[in-house]
Each structure stands twice: as structure tokens, then as C-alpha cells.
């Protein structure tokens, strides 16, 4: 398994969790020449925008849109039609939304493609990485595990066409085991050896998540929050390099 230090980069999404264009600009001039992706999620892109999706394009960055899509199928069809045409390469929407909504995604995404208009990989959301068990029975009104309902979720999501899901680390090897090593994941709730659990509640170290076969990992604040947020990278790109 072992990965070259571009390989391993590119397994790391960089989430760009700022309130401005501005402070995420400084860390993106920090990780200069680091082939990552940038994660632009909810409150980025409500703020900056398209364009600043776009200026990221054109610096030659890989971009994961994290708006997490949940509406009536043709709302998230027309949603996901004007982000494939900013050229993204990955988005996401909720797999709670159904398969029907699932498969309007994708609608979406083909009737945008042409002019050279590249195809996105397009994820679900299963549970976010805060949900517990409690929050799921309790809260949220889904019986069983949490690992039942990432499971539910992720056999729709391909059922529907898409290209994987978003879950915890926890869960990815269920996943693959299930629906096949093809089958994308993206794990947040990662969190290097000492880093602070923040908000979440099913975490792993980045060489824990690697070993378990995640295809990328989403990593914001051990990154964004670090005094040397170049360094705090490089030290996660040596720690999968050395995962054989």
C-alpha cells in the first residue's frame, strides 16, 4: 500500500472551514505546492461564493464542494447541473434525501456536461461523524446502530449510481466489505495522535483511516488551527507514506 508523497496529498482534503475568502487564502498561500484538495464547505461558500471555487480551479487545486444537497429531487438536480459547471471535482448530497433525489444528482450533473465540462464524483452523506448512538435512536428517530444506518445509506447511494459516501472510519471497512472496493469513502473525524476531538465523536489517526482502506480523509482543524499549518500537513503526509 505503500504511497508516493503525491499519492499521499491527495488522500488529505484540506477543509477551508473559514467565515472569509480572506483567512482561507492566507493558509492556502501557506500549503503552496502541496497537491491536496481543498474541502470548501457551507459557511466558505455561502460567504466567498462561486468565484472563489473557481480561483481555486484555476490555480490547479482539487476541489470536494461539502454543501451536503437535501431537497426535492429536481432542486437538488438544478443545484448539482450549476456546481458541476464550476468544474468541481467532487460534491456531495444527503443520502437521506432518497434514491430518487440521489438519482437527480446525477441527472443534474450529466445535462451539465459539455464543452469539455469534466465529470464530478458525486458522494453521500450517511451520519456525520457527531452522530452517536443516543443522537440516532433519540434524537434523529433511526433504530438500530450507527453502523445500520451508514450501511442503509450506503447500499442507496450506490444503488442510485454514486460514486461513494461520506463516513466515519469506523465504518469504511463494512463499507467496502459490502458494496466493493471501488466504492469511494471520505472520512471525516480525523484526528492525528494528540490533536483535541473537538465536535466529534468517531475518530481515527490518519494511518488508522488509511489501513482501513479510506480513499480520502478530511482533516480541518490539527491542520488549520496548528501554529505551523505547513508543518502539521507534512507531518500527516509522512505519517501515510510510512503506513505499508
Known amino acids: 500500500m505503500t504511497l508516493t508523497r503525491e499519492q499521499a496529498a491527495k488522500r488529505i482534503m484540506v477543509a477551508l472551514d473559514y467565515p472569509e ?3 482561507a487564502e492566507k493558509l492556502i498561500e501557506e500549503l503552496k505546492g502541496i497537491p491536496c484538495y481543498m474541502k470548501v464547505g ?20 482539487y476541489v470536494f464542494l461539502d454543501v451536503k444537497m437535501h431537497d426535492i429531487p429536481n432542486t437538488v438536480k438544478g443545484g448539482s447541473n450549476s456546481v458541476t ?20 444528482a446525477l441527472e443534474g450533473v450529466d445535462a451539465a456536461l459539455s464543452g469539455g465540462t ?12 457527531s452522530t452517536s448512538q443516543a443522537v440516532l435512536n433519540d434524537q434523529i428517530g433511526i433504530g438500530g446502530t450507527v453502523e ?16 461513494g459516501v461520506v463516513a466515519s472510519p469506523s465504518e469504511v471497512v463494512a463499507i467496502k466489505s459490502a458494496l466493493g472496493a471501488s466504492f469511494q469513502t471520505v472520512t471525516p473525524g480525523i484526528r492525528p495522535a494528540g490533536a ?12 488508522e483511516a488509511l489501513r482501513q482502506g479510506t480513499d480520502y480523509m478530511v482533516i480541518g482543524r ?7 499549518p505547513r508543518e502539521a500537513l507534512e507531518s ?7 503506513v505499508e
Open 118 to 129: 469534466a465529470k464530478p464524483a458525486v458522494i453521500a452523506v450517511t451520519q456525520l461523524t
Open 148 to 163: 445500520d444506518a451508514v450501511l442503509r445509506y450506503a447500499s442507496l447511494a450506490k444503488a442510485a449510481g454514486l460514486d
Open 236 to 242: 500527516i503526509i509522512e505519517e501515510l507514506i510510512s
Open 85 to 104: 459547471k464550476l468544474g468541481v471535482d467532487m460534491f456531495n448530497v444527503h443520502a437521506g434525501g432518497g434514491q430518487s433525489m440521489m438519482e437527480a
Open 222 to 228: 490539527p491542520i488549520t488551527a496548528a501554529a505551523e
Open 21 to 23: 475568502a480572506a483567512a
Open 196 to 207: 483535541a476531538l473537538n465536535d466529534q465523536s468517531r475518530i481515527m489517526t490518519p494511518g
Open 42 to 61: 457551507m459557511q466558505l461558500y455561502y460567504a466567498a461564493g462561486p468565484a472563489f471555487v473557481s480561483s481555486l480551479k484555476e490555480r490547479g487545486y
